[in-house]
């Protein structure tokens, strides 16, 4: 099923004209992978962090309670995104039997990931006030400025995409954990034939732009919201 939506989704970014101009592709990798990296390394952390601290030394013993990208990158994802704007990192494996309350730090867990994409963001938002407010001219006008602020925006964006995107309940995302906890469907019969096809429900909601409308009419009024925030 994996390789069904890589190619799916590779026929859709080439049919949609992403290498038509190699250049600015090349461009658009340089300036947005810094804070895919950033964002996929700290979400797993969050995850990792909070198991462990909540009693599971399931990530500890995997060296998963790291912001080192090594640990966190999962190379054929990492490609993806490159290459067709659609990957994964390496997700964090956790024992819920561990916890000391099941439940409630399953979803402390499932959260932490969003919750740090949040925090990245927001953090990011005020970096690039205050490079515009102290160093504007140099950030607008000159070759390096322009990349170090690009990077910056980006950074926010993709740290929103990536919360939003985990939100939603569908397997094998946050949001599908956190919905079937409190809804209480957790490891019965629905919830593991949801799981099953997880991957194909994901793939369809792509493919038929769901997603795409989600994140547009979220992730743009946010990231126009944090930036006005300290500006």
């Excluded at 038929?208 to 930036?227: C, G, Q």
């Amino acid at each position: 099923m994996t390789i069904v939506i890589i190619l799916i989704m590779a026929y859709m970014s080439i049919s949609g004209g992403r290498f038509s101009s190699p250049g600015d592709w090349f461009l658009s990798v340089l300036l947005t992978l810094p804070g895919i990296i950033i964002g996929l390394s700290f979400h797993e952390f969050a995850h990792a962090f909070t198991a462990y601290k909540l009693g599971d030394p399931t990530p500890k013993f995997q060296r998963r309670v790291t912001v080192n990208p090594i640990a966190h990158m999962d190379p054929v994802g990492l490609l993806c995104i490159i290459f067709i704007g659609f990957g994964w990192g390496k997700p964090v494996v956790v024992n819920p039997r561990n916890f000391r309350a099941r439940k409630r730090d399953d979803i402390l867990v499932s959260l932490a990931g969003v919750t740090m994409n949040l925090l990245i963001a927001v953090i990011f938002s005020a970096l690039y006030a205050a490079l515009v407010k102290s160093a504007g001219l140099f950030m607008m006008t000159t070759d390096i400025g322009w990349i170090i602020i690009s990077i910056v925006r980006y950074t926010v964006r993709i740290n929103l995409v990536l919360m939003v995107f985990n939100l939603l309940p569908v397997p094998p995302l946050d949001g599908f954990n956190v919905i079937t906890e409190i809804l209480n469907i957790k490891y019965t019969d629905l919830y593991y034939k949801i799981y099953q096809n997880g991957m194909l429900i994901l793939m369809l909601l792509i493919i038929f732009r769901v997603v795409d409308f989600v994140l547009r009419y979220t992730v743009n009024p946010l990231y126009v919201f944090l930036i006005g925030l300290f500006l």
